[in-house]
């Protein structure tokens, strides 16, 4: 519904605008989390039953995202001048930035909680949270924009975070036990293995988007960016479902059993379920596209049609590639995980400018297929001895 009054109020040059708002809030989330998220997911399960483990983890959870959060929201502060030139190309939103630095330390502890909460494995609590944080932002920042347009989206997707806080602190509370803030060396060693894989992507992806808005705003205008924001908004919907089961429900499985024979299975299954219904989905919302564009957007975005083909086999192999690139979270494997992301990074960069300049907005989701196919491939064929050699040859 969101998307909806987006499309109807703020038109595609609004949308391109909040695109590269909700990126900058994407990369405060794993900066203000140093990319921790999988490993407070994954401890948590571990320690849930080991009460002084669970006590470390807490205590040493604290001390890094206070001191993060503290170090992210001055340096936003003192270049909030900066930052409404460079990301929302207008220099009269420096006061925005200035709120978002004050909103940045409950963001952070939000995603502290929320994530001990998954870790739980108390899983109504966790779709609890997440329907009550989707209310609250339908609410708010639906109301902000309606009344103030783009000024008020902006404000209200920079500020509601402070209403995720609150209703992550009220349904963890009875859940964890008394804790020491302290520091455990050995814990946040721990933590820091998945501050590695995760902090990489989780803030070189949201600029990459925000490298490749404004070029097409450049190249193309800004209406244009609104055009290619508005199809990857589809791709932003059905890839949260996705990555909530690969966090929730995988990653704690393939973690828990190091057998390989194990992790060929979840992939199998994962092949054989999940892929085929995945790949319905896609050709269904490519046959009906006309008609989700007006359901979702406004005929304003109706030139969008012709971006979904490439977008959805792109997004096909990126899903696709989601059971072999949880692997390397599962065994920490922070180098080839970083290797092939920074790969993805560069290949996307490159193909979406080199093809824009040619061949017009087409051209982004050509890169889109190109490089997610290529990714799928060389991440295969990187745990091609885990996928089918034989188990003792692997583990030897």
Known sequence: MLTKLFALILGPSGIAVLGNMKS??????SSTSFGMQRGIIRFTSEFRDQRKAFQKLLGTAHIIYGFIALLVGVVIFFLSDHLSNVILRDDN???????????VPFQGFHILY???????????????????????NFIFVGVSTFKFGLTGALFGVACVPVFYFFISVIFLKFDIPNFKIAWYGSTAKNLFHYALMTLFSGIAFPLLFILIRNHISSVLGIDV???????NQF?????????SVMLMYVLPKITAQTDNLFYRSQVIEYIKKIMPLFGL??????????????????????????????????????ALTLIFSIYFHARRMAAPYIIIDALLFVLLLILTT???????????????????????????????????????????
């Not at 791709?235 to 990555?243: E, P, W």
């Not at 087409?362 to 990714?375: L, M, Q, R, T």
């Open 225 to 231: 960016v609104g055009y290619w924001e508005a199809v």
């Open 93 to 103: 939103y420096a006061w925005l930035f200035q709120i978002l630095a004050i909103v």
């Open 281 to 318: 989905f896609l050709i269904l919302l490519y046959l009906f596209r006309k008609y989700a564009i007006l359901i979702l957007l406004s005929p304003e975005f109706s030139s969008t049609e012709t971006l979904f083909g490439w977008q959805l086999l792109g997004d096909f192999f990126r």
């Open 114 to 136: 929320f994530s001990i909460l998954q870790g739980l494995d108390n899983y109504k609590k966790v779709v609890w949270v997440e329907l009550i944080m989707i209310f609250c």
């Open 354 to 396: 080199v093809f824009v300049d040619t061949y017009g907005l087409i051209g982004a989701v050509w890169a889109h297929f190109i490089s997610y196919f290529i990714y799928f491939v060389i991440t295969v064929f990187w745990l091609r001895k885990i996928l089918f050699y034989t188990n003792d040859s692997v583990n030897a």
């Open 235 to 243: 791709s932003y919907f059905y890839f949260i479902l996705l990555n």
């Open 24 to 29: 900058v809030m994407q990369i405060l989330m």
